[in-house]
């Protein structure tokens, strides 16, 4: 993919079905991408971090139970998690975990379980209830979504107030993503999309890629999603996850960190 993403990748039947709406919640922001292994879940944390650094109450709430990791990456032993609410076990609110260092809240998944991705409708309809319900009590929620387009990520990416597409330069990268454009706003024309460019050796190529992809969106989907932010390719970010903390704490002056406070800053200003 050099030019653009070829729209007949995604060009079937419309999508199926999504559960009846529970609304949407302005301060929750699903960070979403097509594939996996674009750095959602680090995003995800990091923001989260950023936001409580700022003051802000903030939520972290992994959406990924079949392949749950931000226990994992935040060095976290829940003893409770989105498990127990989906087996009826627990109010959503009792599967919250604090962060007893970085100031925020987690709900974590379950690994491995798969038990969201199969979970019938109504009982989605319902944990979208209760999120919308527990983010009344929060200045963000940071939504980490699981990988791909199927109905589970469309649903939780529907309560969102904000979508954050997580692409890289990887033509694979860009084609997932514009799928998941490509969904949400049959969907919702009025989403509110923005696209993140992660891992790329300069912003001149964080530039190039976000226009390859706007190009798309605007010749084939008629909508114009603005670059959230771009994150510089950075070893640093990799030690941070093998250290199980936070890059903004364990390497806040490099180069990917930075690049995080300034997505943060359009992130937070009106549009």
């Not at 302005?26 to 879940?41: C, E, L, Q, W, Y």
């Not at 972290?60 to 087996?87: C, H, S, T, Y």
């Not at 009590?137 to 649903?155: F, H, K, N, W």
């Not at 939780?156 to 904000?162: E, F, M, P, Q, Y």
Request: some cysteine; proline content about 6%; aromatic content about 4%.
């Amino acid at each position: 993919m050099s030019n653009a993403v070829p729209p007949s990748s995604y060009s079937g039947t419309p999508p199926a079905r999504l559960p009846h709406a529970v609304g949407q919640a302005t301060n929750i922001i699903a960070v979403a991408s097509g594939k996996g292994g674009v750095g959602k879940t680090w995003l995800s944390v990091t923001l989260t971090h950023a936001l409580a650094r700022m003051g802000r109450r903030t939520l972290l709430f992994d959406g990924d139970l079949g392949l749950a990791n931000i226990d994992v990456q935040l060095g976290l032993m829940p003893k409770r998690d989105l498990g127990g609410f989906i087996e009826g076990k627990l109010l959503l609110e009792q599967a919250i975990t604090p962060h007893p260092e970085f100031g925020f809240d987690v709900i974590a998944g379950r690994s491995g379980s798969g038990n969201l991705a199969m979970l019938p409708p109504q009982r989605l309809v319902g944990l979208g209830d209760e999120l919308l319900k527990l983010a009344r009590g929060y200045d963000r929620v940071i939504l980490d979504l699981g990988a791909g387009i199927d109905r589970t990520v469309r649903t939780l990416s529907s309560w969102a107030g904000t979508s954050l597409v997580v692409a890289t330069a990887d033509p694979t990268s860009l084609t997932d993503a514009y799928a998941f454009i490509k969904l949400t706003a049959q969907a919702d024309p009025k989403a509110d999309i923005r696209i993140v460019v992660n891992m790329v050796d300069s912003v001149s190529e964080g530039q190039r890629t976000y226009q390859t992809l706007l190009k798309a969106c605007q010749g084939f989907l008629k909508v114009s999603p603005p670059l959230a932010g771009i994150i510089r390719r950075d070893r640093k970010v990799a030690d941070a996850i093998r250290h199980q903390t936070s890059l903004l704490t364990r390497s806040p002056n490099c180069e990917a960190a930075r690049d995080i406070e300034k997505l943060l800053e359009n992130l937070l200003e009106p549009q």
